[in-house]
């Protein structure tokens, strides 16, 4: 007996992930990167920065959770940001 896999089985979903750069929310949101950077200056979802001591810039990351949950308030008539 032999084994085959399905070729029309969808493939196995990926799980979301936990944090996103910034390029990566704009793609997924369709968000500008200056209204993401506003966004989180009004913090209307969670980011961190990682940089090392002394260094003036760092890698920007957002909660993609948080920002998923945010754009979902939007749809349901939330309050404009």
Do not use: H
């Not at 929310?25 to 209307?44: D, P």
Request: hydrophobic share 40%; no cysteine; net charge positive.
């Amino acid at each position: 007996m032999s084994t085959t896999t399905d070729p029309i089985a969808p493939a196995p979903a990926m799980p979301e992930p936990e944090w996103i750069r910034v390029k990566q929310a704009v793609a997924w949101s369709g968000i500008s990167e200056s209204t993401l950077y506003t966004l989180m200056a009004a913090k209307r979802f969670k980011s961190l920065t990682l940089r090392e001591r002394g260094q003036a810039r760092g890698t920007r990351l957002i909660s993609f959770p948080s920002l998923r949950a945010f754009l979902e308030s939007k749809a349901e008539g939330g309050m404009e940001p």
